[in-house]
């Protein structure tokens, strides 16, 4: 009976988060949780727009960094998954519902994704858990090398959540850049002009970041050797594609300031056809097996290198 009480102590595995890595996290917010206050003693009416946006900024970017942190238990062939914002709220998973895993590496983080069916369910990072190393040990037995995608049947494209949930919070700042001019009519009887002028430039800023973010979603139907291609910001215009009419494809690495971007590009005569970016497709992965083309190359550029092939740039490989 002893032995077998300490097997099943092997066999259970709780993550440990690291310590470093969110102490950086921590004191990236008290600095702004800082600034965000000596801004508000300044007692100007003009800042109380700049000061509630930063204060809501805050307050987001912080709920997003605890909903990011899970508390992982591995035990025998299941996970457990607990939220440290949600810590009543837990998923349980088997080994046997996912068919892989996928490892990506960013600068000095790696990440590890256990797909099913091309979906990235569970994510976990090295910069954040202490024993990364050893929950990927126990991990490495779910799937084989290959996962299934069935050809009979259309694939289609999954937005993030993520995603969505981001560009519908920027969406809000229009929101409050257009309720400054408002609010300052219901105080003073009258719109001052700096009111006015705060709450336009705010508005037609976030207005552009929210078109600029959604500009890249496509809600893309593979199926039969076939792509159909559908902005959402234009659903009435669509685009079909043969699989055989592109003359290759490319993984393209964006990086930026808080690391690096994966997107699937496709070639057509020379030019990018189709980008299909990782960050805002869930089913990223479905949705690369499925198109079956092996990227000729992995090239690295960043935003600014990669603007002129959306653009009509040709490509000389």
Same mark, same amino acid.
């Given at each position: 009976?002893?032995?077998?009480?300490?097997?099943?102590?092997?066999?259970?595995?709780?993550?440990?988060?690291? &310590?470093?890595g969110l102490f950086f996290d921590l004191i990236l917010y008290l600095l702004t949780a800082l600034t965000m206050v000596t801004i508000a003693s300044v007692s100007k009416k003009e800042l109380i727009a700049i000061v509630?946006?930063?204060?809501? /900024?805050?307050?987001?970017?912080?709920?997003?960094?605890?909903?990011?942190?899970?508390?992982?238990?591995?035990?025998?062939?299941?996970?457990?998954?607990? &939220?440290?914002?949600?810590?009543?709220? =837990?998923?349980?998973?088997?080994f046997a519902e996912f068919d892989s895993i996928l490892l990506y590496q960013s600068g000095k983080t790696e990440y590890l994704y256990l797909l099913r069916q091309g979906q990235r369910i569970l994510k976990l990072s *090295?910069?954040?858990?202490?024993?990364?190393?050893?929950? =990927?040990?126990?991990? @490495?037995?779910?799937?084989?090398?290959?996962?299934?995608?069935?050809?009979?049947?259309?694939?289609? *494209?999954?937005? *993030?959540?993520?995603?969505?949930?981001?560009?519908?919070?920027?969406?809000?700042?229009?929101?409050?850049?257009?309720?400054?001019? /408002?609010?300052?009519?219901?105080?003073?009887?009258?719109? &001052?002009? @700096?009111?006015?002028?705060?709450?336009? /430039?705010?508005?037609?800023?976030?207005?552009?970041?929210?078109m600029a973010a959604l500009y890249p979603c496509k809600h893309l139907t593979i199926w039969r050797g076939n792509l159909e291609v559908k902005r959402l910001l234009w659903p009435f215009k669509v685009r079909y594609y043969?699989?055989?009419?592109?003359?290759?494809?490319?993984?393209?690495?964006?990086?930026?300031?808080?690391?690096?971007?994966?997107?699937?590009?496709?070639?057509?005569?020379?030019?990018?056809?189709?980008?299909?970016?990782?960050?805002?497709?869930?089913?990223?992965?479905?949705?690369?097996?499925?198109?079956?083309?092996?990227?000729?190359?992995?090239?690295?550029? @960043?935003?600014?290198?990669?603007?002129?092939?959306?653009?009509?740039?040709?490509? &000389?490989?």
């Amino acid at each position: 009976m002893a032995n077998d009480e300490t097997k099943d102590k092997k066999m259970t595995l709780t993550s440990k988060f690291s &310590r470093k890595g969110l102490f950086f996290d921590l004191i990236l917010y008290l600095l702004t949780a800082l600034t965000m206050v000596t801004i508000a003693s300044v007692s100007k009416k003009e800042l109380i727009a700049i000061v509630v946006l930063v204060g809501i /900024v805050l307050a987001v970017a912080f709920a997003i960094w605890l909903f990011r942190l899970k508390v992982i238990v591995i035990s025998g062939q299941e996970i457990e998954v607990r &939220r440290v914002f949600l810590p009543f709220s =837990k998923h349980y998973y088997r080994f046997a519902e996912f068919d892989s895993i996928l490892l990506y590496q960013s600068g000095k983080t790696e990440y590890l994704y256990l797909l099913r069916q091309g979906q990235r369910i569970l994510k976990l990072s *090295s910069d954040i858990y202490e024993n990364y190393e050893e929950l =990927k040990n126990a991990l @490495s037995i779910i799937g084989g090398e290959t996962w299934g995608v069935d050809a009979a049947r259309a694939v289609d *494209s999954v937005f *993030s959540k993520k995603h969505l949930l981001a560009v519908s919070f920027l969406f809000l700042f229009v929101l409050v850049g257009l309720a400054v001019p /408002v609010s300052d009519y219901f105080e003073e009887g009258y719109v &001052r002009e @700096s009111s006015l002028l705060i709450g336009l /430039v705010v508005a037609l800023f976030f207005l552009f970041v929210v078109m600029a973010a959604l500009y890249p979603c496509k809600h893309l139907t593979i199926w039969r050797g076939n792509l159909e291609v559908k902005r959402l910001l234009w659903p009435f215009k669509v685009r079909y594609y043969s699989l055989k009419d592109f003359d290759f494809s490319l993984e393209i690495i964006t990086k930026h300031q808080y690391g690096q971007d994966e997107s699937l590009w496709l070639i057509h005569n020379g030019k990018l056809a189709v980008d299909i970016p990782q960050s805002i497709y869930a089913n990223y992965d479905a949705l690369e097996h499925a198109i079956g083309i092996v990227p000729s190359d992995t090239i690295e550029m @960043s935003m600014i290198q990669a603007l002129p092939y959306y653009f009509g740039k040709t490509f &000389r490989i």
